[in-house]
């Protein structure tokens, strides 16, 4: 395969656990398995800048900027200043990830709705105001991200890891937001997700690891890793009765037009 574009994962966190070479030796696995592009998601202003970092050491990473839902307070004055500062420099490619997040659970995510609801709406600003898109994470919560974006017309992004129906993808799709599948599409007690990979339009999706989490089947238990794209991207295949290379193809130009990835250089260049 080649032309794949892994549209969200966190390298800054396999660097943060393993170190610089881990994210090296990544990079250089996944050129290998075709993937030409990767998209860091930046957490927040510190992670962010992590991203920035494994950016600039690497051609073929791109990163965003975000502020994750889990943050337990929303980005102050001067925050929002360095995150919008940060959104200059030339590789960073969107605003993310933000969103909602109602799948609380003591010490791992105890933020309020009412405080990731003001985040959220400040950094969906920021995206329609720069003009970039916005990296959406939803968990348990696609009537109220919805709610929310219909709140700021005129932004558009992409749904990052999908976990809604066909019914659920068809309202992103109406907002102007593409799909991106990530590997828990091909777990057991997914059918859900699974009917909204086959119903999305072939301009509508793209495909991500959300590296470290999420390892699609066969790789599940361990570590994710971008080239353990390829998996997630045989599933798409399989799902909507088309050929591996034609997925590969059409996620990797969504992608490019999501991100406006233009002329950047593929990985190992
Ligand atoms: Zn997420
Ligand atoms: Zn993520």
């Given at each position: 395969?080649?032309?794949?574009?892994?549209?969200?994962?966190?390298?800054?966190?396999?660097?943060?656990?393993?170190?610089?070479?881990?994210?090296?030796?990544?990079?250089?696995?996944?050129?290998?398995?075709?993937?030409?592009?990767?998209?860091?998601?930046?957490?927040?202003?510190?992670?962010?800048?992590?991203?920035?970092?494994?950016?600039?050491?690497?051609?073929?990473?791109?990163?965003?900027?975000?502020?994750?839902?889990?943050?337990?307070?929303?980005?102050?004055?001067?925050?929002?200043?360095?995150?919008?500062?940060?959104?200059?420099?030339?590789?960073?490619?969107?605003?993310?990830?933000?969103?909602?997040?109602?799948?609380?659970?003591?010490?791992?995510?105890?933020?309020?709705?009412?405080?990731?609801?003001v985040s959220f709406r400040l950094m969906l600003e920021m995206a329609r105001d720069r003009?970039?898109?916005?990296?959406?994470?939803?968990?348990?919560?696609?009537?109220?991200?919805?709610?929310?974006?219909?709140?700021?017309?005129?932004?558009?992004?992409?749904?990052?890891?999908?976990?809604?129906?066909?019914?659920?993808?068809?309202?992103?799709?109406?907002?102007?937001?593409?799909?991106?599948?990530?590997?828990?599409?091909?777990?057991?007690?997914?059918?859900?997700?699974?009917?909204?990979?086959?119903?999305?339009?072939?301009?509508?999706?793209?495909?991500?690891?959300?590296?470290?989490?999420?390892?699609?089947?066969?790789?599940?238990?361990?570590?994710?890793?971008?080239?353990?794209?390829?998996?997630?991207?045989?599933?798409?295949?399989?799902?909507?009765g088309r050929p591996a290379a034609e997925v590969a193809a059409e996620t990797g130009r969504?992608?490019?037009?999501?991100?406006?990835?233009?002329?950047?250089?593929?990985?190992?260049?």
């Amino acid at each position: 395969m080649t032309g794949l574009v892994d549209a969200h994962c966190h390298l800054q966190l396999v660097a943060e656990r393993e170190g610089d070479g881990a994210v090296a030796g990544a990079l250089e696995r996944a050129a290998l398995a075709g993937v030409e592009h990767v998209v860091c998601a930046g957490l927040n202003l510190e992670d962010s800048d992590r991203c920035r970092v494994i950016a600039e050491a690497h051609s073929g990473v791109l990163f965003t900027v975000g502020w994750h839902p889990h943050e337990p307070r929303s980005p102050g004055a001067a925050e929002l200043r360095a995150l919008e500062e940060l959104l200059r420099h030339p590789r960073a490619v969107g605003v993310g990830e933000i969103g909602l997040d109602r799948h609380w659970r003591a010490g791992y995510h105890e933020t309020p709705l009412e405080v990731q609801r003001v985040s959220f709406r400040l950094m969906l600003e920021m995206a329609r105001d720069r003009s970039l898109p916005a990296v959406v994470h939803d968990r348990e919560a696609h009537a109220e991200v919805l709610a929310a974006i219909d709140d700021v017309p005129g932004v558009r992004g992409v749904m990052h890891c999908m976990s809604g129906d066909a019914e659920h993808a068809r309202r992103c799709r109406e907002r102007g937001f593409l799909i991106s599948f990530a590997g828990n599409v091909t777990y057991r007690g997914s059918d859900v997700i699974r009917a909204a990979a086959r119903s999305v339009d072939a301009e509508g999706y793209v495909v991500e690891t959300d590296t470290p989490f999420l390892s699609p089947v066969p790789h599940r238990g361990r570590p994710n890793t971008p080239a353990h794209l390829v998996a997630t991207v045989a599933a798409l295949a399989e799902l909507r009765g088309r050929p591996a290379a034609e997925v590969a193809a059409e996620t990797g130009r969504n992608a490019h037009r999501l991100y406006s990835l233009g002329s950047t250089g593929p990985l190992g260049a």
